[in-house]
């Protein structure tokens, strides 16, 4: 017979096995099916940011470029463009300004137009390769009515179509539309003049770019320029990648968790269909079939059913990344301020990489079969042993390769530095605990078994020591899933009772106004003055530097009894307001310990015009802010710094009038609703932002569970074929027909149960490692751990049910099976 | 930026509506400038050149260039030629100078040549903004960047209605990486207008354009070299002006220009047009007298044949020419300082010094375009 004949008949032989066996063939398919989705998924959102930063950090910065900005003010003159390019200066002008377009009166969409000059933008940004993407039009985009680049999802969020002329609030008119994939979402591109002319700046620009080369950076500028212009780094788009990295990690990390608790489900099936085809392949082999045909079979089998699991799964897995994502993208917009579009776009390489997990997934859940098949010998006789009956030697070697794995998470997280190591720590540590799971469940049985009363319980507990290593996967699918659970929800409260607590030290001040300049400052500092309301006045300047490699928020405020009172301090020296107060001193916040390793006692120099040496007098909490921050005299940082700081101003007063005042100064001193701003509002929108940012996790960590249950149900459900055999010696002896199906139900909710309790233990360290290691690697700050007992039990409660509703319908189908079913046993010895 | 300058040459090369079924670079000739222009101002012998009004730019044409070379020699008797260009192209009829919007392009290229080498550059830019452009108040100036032709003239001195031309005494400067020069440009000559004052005939059917040079400057000044070395230079500079709407017939695929400088005193413009399937090509060209009086020359008068090629870029480019103009008693050989002055710019073309020798012997400069 020719091999492909062959291996068709093997194929059509091995494939009846699923026909008679339907369920088990949807466990397989479901449990790799999952495990892709939620891989997928969370690598879908995970491209879609990082596409959304990239074309943010692109537009101008292929290698961030620097450029020169105003010292006064955020404009400068066309003039001094002009003057350095007549210099031999190869700067680009560049005007960013924001435009608001009708959408609802209340909520109007608001866009950054940039307007560039595309003759002379520096070789490395992309704007300029996104002009000419548009069809050769530089001419349209120099010239009268002009080009406006829009990103597909800014033209939908405009509900526009390209060629389109849309009008701003103000009733100003846009050049044509032109869709360009490069743009950022939110941004739009036009040519300089009509910048411009849109943002009424008229002879002005925002900034100059300069292409990154070195022999530029390191020349003085011109005289008649020096005075009114400094240099600016890169902008900070580029740190968003490495801001987000943390943020992407947690989501891959979970990604991967609930990726192998789906195959868990796959290895499970698995292993069961290969025992339960052990006559069918022995019988093949007897026929004459080579067993490379029949090792080829199996192959094809599982490349196959991989094949289908895995497309389906990455359409779910679309399904889920476009449900997450308005969270995902909310998150990330609040966190660290990067806009991430909203409209899902996948390129061909992720659909490449979720099919080869799938695949790859499958076969290595299956290896083990693989093996065993490839070793069975031809004359062994075809025992149909209950299922994955495993030998207690392997069992022993399972637990030994957990207990390594534990040594070694141990040692990783207790001496290891660095998210990804950590990471690899809370894998092993996971593993570990679900390898040594068996093992740690037989003793428990043992020990109940020394309390047995009575031939049948003496049974029920060898029975259930027996039965463990048919669902100790499922169980360890159970552990992991109930773990992460209680490790996950552990770390978000912890934090967000951290993060209420903070902000109320933080937000000591009843209101908050901001100018956007010098000139806006004096207006509303006068105008503070004529309020009677205001019990104090706290003045604060702000300015954004670089220090080493990072961007660093430098807050100056004038020292009073408020911060002294209020702000959340972890550490201070003695005399340290003192200090600050005389320009000397800076406080420190948590971030800036961990990104720039120096503590209280140590001095800091910020160089810039003039170095200015700071001693650390202290450590505070600053929450949810990616960045080193540092906090100092305001007055010395205005005299040191060479920009136009950010005024603002806390306002002291009584909490009820706070909401009329901001009002008041918005109608009176025309602040836009972010300039003028009281405290229960700033809290809201902080609390809503934290809220938003674990909406992702919680899904995620939900369908895990969801996952697990599935795993559990499908083992159980496979074991109740087996299980026959097993009791009909039983009910031979007089036990009813339902209390065996009792008791079966019984063993499998005590097992669950004994998950349940050893999965909380776990879930706390793993809370622990996340907010002892993980986020102080990931975000810079510790987070104290509190215990919620309350929601343990609800877990606890959450997965009995599910335990239990995966008990019910095998245990009642062992019940209701007829009298001559059980009977059969005994006629067909062996059979299943 | 690739992308952008070969789109920029598009724009330069393929500014009107393309004819349909036709090539463009054949039916349009070199760069365009054979197009259609029926929408832009067109040239009007009957509305004589102004100075010095017409030194300014003229944005209601579609191209412009201010060119100016010089064959220069320092004190190791080293031989160096220099370009400097700088071309104007409206985008859209009726533009105005000076928004950001009005439609106007500019280029400069920029050459050094010497026996051995041969370096170029080339910028684009905008007179929104300031970054390019041509003023005659307070002073003569032509610019992209730091690439600039100004007048000079004494620090607080007016210039006098009587006084010379603010062409007569310029500064010319440019700076790339490879290479810079520093020159000051003189001559107490007049200017040179070619054709019929100025109107200078490009083909048969019509086409044509202002025209007018300074071909009598004295250069002075300083070089400096890829290497870093500056040389104090000496020699003779040419200055042309031109601007037009329509200047090639759509069948002209490009020009062989030589400007020479006599060492009799006499000075020498002289072009041909060449046509896809004529022999025959458009010439015209201009005898100067020592005293500067210029005699247009009719097709007729002028032999132009090219008596030697060399590989360059990849194309085949006539560098040795026979010129004659038996009416004057000229009859030359001209050969280049350097064979392989090519501008690799987004348009390219050869641009080099050239010295000849026969009945007369003196220096000056080719230009061959559409190659």
């Known amino acids: ?832 | 930026m690739r992308l952008l300058l070969i789109s920029l040459a598009l724009i330069l090369a393929a500014c009107s509506d393309p004819t349909p079924g036709g090539d463009d670079a054949v039916t349009q000739g070199f760069a365009g400038l054979g197009g259609d222009a029926d929408e832009f101002a067109q040239v009007d012998p009957s509305q004589p050149l102004q100075f010095p009004e017409d030194h300014a730019a003229h944005p209601e044409y579609r191209i412009e260039w201010w060119y100016a070379t010089a064959n220069l020699q320092d004190q190791q008797g080293r031989r160096y030629g220099i370009q400097w260009t700088l071309f104007r192209q409206a985008l859209e009829p009726e533009a105005q100078l000076g928004d950001w919007q009005d439609g106007q392009v500019w280029m400069a290229h920029v050459g050094l040549t010497t026996a051995e080498d041969h370096w170029q550059g080339e910028r684009f830019g905008r007179s929104g903004g300031g970054q390019a452009g041509v003023v005659t108040e307070p002073f003569y100036q032509a610019w992209l960047d730091d690439w600039s032709l100004k007048e000079v003239r004494a620090p607080g001195s007016e210039r006098s209605p009587s006084a010379l031309d603010p062409l007569s005494h310029l500064r010319l400067q440019a700076d790339t990486d490879d290479f810079a020069y520093d020159l000051v440009l003189q001559t107490d000559q007049s200017l040179v207008l070619h054709g019929d004052d100025g109107f200078s005939r490009k083909s048969e059917r019509g086409q044509a354009s202002w025209y007018y040079s300074q071909p009598f400057y004295q250069v002075n000044g300083r070089l400096t070299l890829p290497d870093g070395e500056q040389v104090t230079v000496r020699g003779d500079g040419w200055l042309d002006r031109e601007w037009s709407s329509q200047p090639l017939a759509p069948e002209q695929q490009g020009w062989d220009w030589f400007s020479l400088q006599l060492d009799s005193g006499e000075r020498v413009m002289l072009f041909r047009l060449r046509e896809d399937d004529d022999d025959e090509s458009f010439r015209a060209g201009t005898w100067i007298s020592v005293a500067g009086e210029a005699t247009p020359l009719t097709p007729q008068q002028i032999d132009m044949t090219p008596t030697e090629t060399t590989e360059v870029a990849g194309r085949t480019v006539p560098v040795g020419w026979r010129l004659r103009l038996p009416d004057f008693g000229l009859d030359i050989d001209t050969h280049p300082l350097n064979p392989q002055s090519w501008m690799d710019t987004s348009i390219p073309y050869w641009e080099g010094p050239v010295e000849f020798s026969g009945s007369h012997t003196g220096r000056g400069y080719l230009e061959m375009t559409g190659y």
């Open chain 1, 1 to 832: 017979m020719p091999f492909i004949g062959t291996l068709g008949l093997v194929l059509v032989t091995l494939f009846s096995h699923w026909r008679r066996h339907p369920v088990q063939g949807l466990a397989w398919l479901s449990g790799l099916l999952l495990a892709t989705a939620l891989w997928s998924g969370v690598q879908a959102l995970n491209a879609q940011a990082r596409d959304s930063y990239d074309r943010a950090a692109s537009l101008f910065d292929g290698a961030a470029l620097p450029s020169l900005v105003a010292r006064e003010g955020s404009l400068l003159a066309q003039t001094d463009y002009s003057a350095l390019r007549r210099q031999g200066w190869p700067v680009s002008p560049v005007l960013e300004g924001r435009l608001e377009f009708p959408r609802t009166e209340a909520d109007p969409l608001r866009l950054t137009l940039v307007g560039i000059d595309p003759l002379t933008l520096p070789a490395e940004a992309t704007a300029g390769q996104a002009v000419d993407g548009t069809g050769s039009d530089l001419i349209a985009f120099l010239t009268n009515p002009g080009r406006t680049l829009v990103s597909p999802d800014s033209l939908r969020a405009l509900q526009a179509s390209p060629g389109d002329r849309i009008s701003t609030t103000d009733e100003q008119m846009l050049p044509p539309l032109a869709v360009n994939a490069s743009i950022p979402p939110g941004s739009l591109l036009v040519d300089i003049g009509f910048a411009q002319r849109l943002l009424s700046r008229e002879g002005q620009v925002n900034r100059l770019l300069i292409p990154d080369d070195p022999s530029w950076l390191d020349r003085p500028l011109p005289a008649n320029v020096a005075e009114r212009l400094r240099w600016q780094a890169g902008q900070s788009e580029e740190d968003l990648g490495r801001l987000t990295d943390s943020f992407h990690l947690n989501l891959t990390a979970l990604g991967l968790l609930a990726f192998v608790v789906g195959l868990f489900i796959v290895h499970g099936s698995t292993g069961l269909a290969f025992e339960q085809r052990r006559g069918l392949l022995r019988t093949l082999r007897a026929c004459g079939v080579s067993q490379r045909t029949v090792l080829v079979g199996l192959l094809t089998e599982l490349l196959l059913l991989a094949l289908v699991a895995g497309l389906l799964g990455l359409c779910l897995g679309y399904l889920v990344a476009g449900w997450l994502l308005p969270d995902v993208a909310a998150s990330l917009q609040g966190l660290y301020g990067a806009r991430v579009s909203d409209q899902l776009h996948l390129d061909p390489q992720w659909w490449l990489t979720g099919l080869g997990m799938a695949l790859g997934g499958a076969l290595l859940a299956s290896l083990s079969s693989l093996w065993q098949a490839a070793r069975m010998p031809v004359l062994a006789l075809a025992r149909s042993e209950a299922w994955g009956q495993r030998q207690s030697g392997q069992l022993r070697l399972q637990t030994r390769v957990g207990l390594v794995l534990l040594a070694g998470a141990v040692l990783i997280l207790t001496t290891g530095s660095g998210l990804v190591l950590a990471f690899a720590g809370l894998a092993a540590l996971l593993l570990g605990a679900a390898l040594c799971l068996p093992m740690v469940l037989s003793l428990c049985l043992r020990l109940g078994q020394r309390f047995a009363r009575g031939p049948l319980s003496e049974w029920f507990w060898a029975e259930t020591r027996q039965q463990l290593s048919g669902l100790s996967l499922a169980l360890m699918a159970l552990l992991l899933a109930l773990a992460a659970n209680v490790g996950v929800g552990g770390m978000v409260d912890s934090f967000r009772l951290t993060f209420t607590g903070w902000l109320d030290q933080r937000l000591a001040a009843e209101a908050y106004l901001n100018a956007d300049s010098p000139q806006q400052a004096e207006r509303i500092d006068n105008w503070l003055q004529q309020q009677p309301d205001v019990d104090a006045v706290l003045p604060t300047v702000q300015a954004t530097v670089r220090y080493g490699d990072w961007p660093l928020e430098i807050n100056g405020i004038r020292p009073h009894a408020t911060y002294e009172d209020y702000w959340p301090v972890l550490q201070l020296r003695p005399g340290a307001w003192f200090n600050l107060a005389a320009g000397q001193g800076a406080l420190v916040s948590e971030q800036w310990v961990r990104t720039h390793g120096s503590g209280p006692g140590d001095e800091v120099t910020l160089t810039g015009d003039r170095a200015w040496t700071l001693t650390i007098e202290g450590v505070y909490a600053d929450y949810g802010n990616p960045r080193p921050q540092m906090l100092v005299s305001g007055s010395a940082l205005s005299d040191w710094y060479t920009g136009t700081p950010r005024q603002g101003f806390s306002l002291r007063l009584p909490p009820e009038k706070a909401s009329d005042l901001v009002a008041k100064a918005r109608d009176e001193l025309s602040l836009s609703d972010f300039a003028a701003i009281d405290q229960a509002s700033v809290r809201g929108f902080s609390e809503q932002v934290f809220e938003r940012t674990f909406v992702a996790t919680g899904a995620l960590n939900t369908l895990t569970l969801a996952v697990a249950a599935i795993a559990l149900f499908t083992s159980l459900l496979t074991l109740s074929h087996s299980r026959l055999p097993q009791l009909a010696p039983l009910w031979a002896q007089g036990v009813t027909r339902r209390h065996l199906a009792w008791l079966e139900g019984a063993r499998t909710l005590g097992l669950a149960l004994l998950t349940v309790l050893l999965a909380i233990p776990l879930g706390l360290l793993l809370a622990w490692v996340l907010v002892a290691v993980i986020n102080v690697e990931a975000f810079g700050w510790r987070l104290p751990l509190y215990f919620f007992p309350l929601q343990w039990l609800t877990l606890a409660g959450l997965a009995l049910i599910s335990a239990l509703l995966a008990t019910a319908w095998p245990a009642w189908r062992l019940g209701r099976q007829s009298a001559g079913r059980w009977v059969r046993v005994f006629a067909t010895e062996g059979g299943h």
